[in-house]
């Protein structure tokens, strides 16, 4: 099997090694227009240096994920630029805060609302070359600026390719948000650093006809898209393999893809490891192998530790002590939980976050409390918070308290008495989640002590 | 196109995906883009039906501000050539 033989330092070592060794090779195809990498490689150069005469240090993209987007990062890199990238979907006043955050003194994207952002633009940074810095949204705290490197992506994008390689003769679909690290780095890097084609998805209203039009041979999905595209059967024929990361897939969805002979790879990263760390690449797809660059090691409560010194954050921005409290002499504390089999494969077997700690030293294991009520209850839009020390269940959409307290009854009986729900909040509002579909903790406890 | 024959037409292309959604009875102010209703994924295919029924096209980044029937047939409406 073919495999990638560089493992480049930065994004200009990437588009150069390909522009000379397979100038005329397609390297980004959107809507109708193919750029080879001689062509790519080309109008970066040109792009950055006209970004080098603007005199700006900190740019702030806007992510439409348009040919467009990804040449104005990969120039924005090579004139050693910081930069930022942002969801264009968050509201305006989200975005304003972000880019006072992170010191954005251009921005790039829709014109208009560039515009309406422009007031927000700082002063710019000092130490910028390099940095590209990721937001994460961490289901229990407040979204922190994760500061990567163009080296440590394409040293992540080597990582994964050691271990599921790509053929130039591939073509793979990014559907995923570029401002997402899984999205970027396994929906366009993993494709270039392997010389292959990376066909750009042209947004939400072409999940339907994206695999018809680029006719791809890989894609990088969220489960809940691989499902979408599974039951609107808009998957191509010549698509052989998907990759699936950030989130748990549930197996009605493997056997689906597996009917269609398509070979479902799990991965396992977090955007502070600049994306995956473990992936599946035979037999059972929940069973993942570590990634060569990384060492994971389980904690004495089953928690997963990292190092991966070539892809690891440089930290959160301006944030260290929150980098202290999970980067420790090189060894990266990522919540969650795993084993491994007797193969030495990693297993994901739930998130060390999602704990309710009692006043009493009991633990709710949220995952496993909610399924059991939603169970009960027969409904799936719950989830559970404390509202001062007790457990608090918040009910999204129509219900009547009383009938669900004497739904619960039975549960309830067979808990112990500090675990069992003391209050019911019933909201019409959905329950903050993340693009993958976790459940914000964080910011449902703010909606909650904003109620209270 | 009057408004109501917009909201008639929404409502049809919704109960089409989603037949189960017929026993709610929607109304103007029903919130349907949520989880308890139509999931994110659901409500790009019915997003996606509906641009190209009413022949407009809305901004992605206004798709997750609409949520109730409401707002969509008013996001449509703004747009009728």
């Known amino acids: 099997m073919w495999r990638c033989p560089v493992r480049f330092d930065s994004f200009e070592h990437l588009l150069s090694h390909f522009a000379l060794s397979t100038p005329d090779a397609p390297a980004l195809r959107y809507e109708g227009t193919t750029l080879s990498f001689a062509a790519l490689f080309q109008t970066v150069q040109k792009r950055a240096e006209e970004l080098r005469k603007g005199g700006k240090s900190c740019l702030g993209v806007l992510c439409d994920g348009s040919l467009e987007n990804v040449i104005e990062i990969f120039a924005a890199s090579l004139a050693g630029l910081q930069i930022v990238l942002l969801d264009a979907s968050l509201e305006a006043d989200v975005l304003k805060t972000l880019i006072r955050y992170t010191d954005v003194d251009l921005l790039w994207g829709d014109e208009e609302l560039c515009d309406e952002l422009s007031l927000a633009l700082m002063a710019g940074v000092k130490d910028g070359r390099g940095k590209i810095l990721f937001f994460t949204s961490g289901t229990t705290e407040r979204a922190k600026a994760v500061v990567l490197t163009d080296r440590s992506l394409c040293q992540s994008a080597w990582n994964g390719s050691a271990k599921l390689p790509l053929s130039p003769d591939d073509t793979l679909l990014c559907l995923l948000p570029l401002g997402h690290v899984f999205g970027f780095v396994c929906g366009l890097l993993w494709g270039l650093s392997c010389g292959a084609c990376v066909a750009l998805g042209r947004g939400a209203r072409h999940y339907l006809d994206d695999c018809d039009f680029y006719r791809p041979t890989a894609v990088s999905v969220v489960p809940l898209l691989l499902g979408f595209l599974l039951k609107q059967k808009c998957i191509n024929p010549e698509l052989k393999l998907v990759l699936v990361g950030a989130g748990d897939c549930p197996p009605a969805l493997l056997q689906a893809a597996g009917a269609l002979g398509i070979r479902v790879s799990f991965g396992y990263g977090l955007t502070e490891t600049s994306s995956g760390v473990a992936i599946s690449v035979s037999g059972d797809p929940y069973a993942m192998e570590v990634c060569p660059d990384d060492t994971i090691t389980l904690a004495e409560d089953g928690e997963i530790l990292i190092e991966a010194p070539s892809c690891m954050m440089q930290g959160y921005y301006k944030r260290p002590d929150a980098t202290r409290a999970v980067l420790r002499h090189g060894v990266f504390h990522t919540g969650d939980l795993g084993r491994f089999d007797e193969e030495g494969k990693l297993h994901i077997t739930g998130r060390k976050k999602d704990i309710l700690v009692l006043p009493d030293g009991t633990k709710i294991f949220l995952p496993e409390y909610e399924s059991a009520l939603m169970q009960a209850l027969g409904h799936t839009e719950l989830a559970v918070t404390l509202r001062g020390e007790r457990p608090l269940l918040v009910y999204s959409g129509e219900g009547d308290r009383e009938k669900l307290r004497e739904k619960l009854g039975e549960l309830m009986r067979t808990l112990p008495r500090g675990q069992q729900i003391a209050d019911i909040l019933i909201t019409d509002e959905p329950l903050p989640r993340t693009a993958t579909g976790k459940i914000k903790r964080w910011e449902l406890q703010q909606k909650v002590s904003d109620k209270t | ?81």
Not at chain 2, 34 to 39: S, V
Not at chain 2, 64 to 76: E, R
Request: charged share 30%; net charge negative; hydrophobic share 40%.
């Open chain 2, 1 to 81: 196109m009057t408004r109501q024959e917009v909201l008639e037409q929404t409502k049809k292309v919704i109960y089409d995906c989603f037949p189960d959604m017929k026993e709610l009875d929607l109304q103007e102010d029903s919130v349907i883009n949520t989880d308890t209703a139509i999931d994110s994924m659901g409500f790009v295919l019915v997003i996606c039906k509906l641009e190209a029924l009413f022949d407009v096209r809305i901004p992605e980044r206004q798709w997750q501000k609409l949520q109730t029937l409401g707002d969509v047939v008013d996001a449509i409406c703004k747009r009728l050539k």
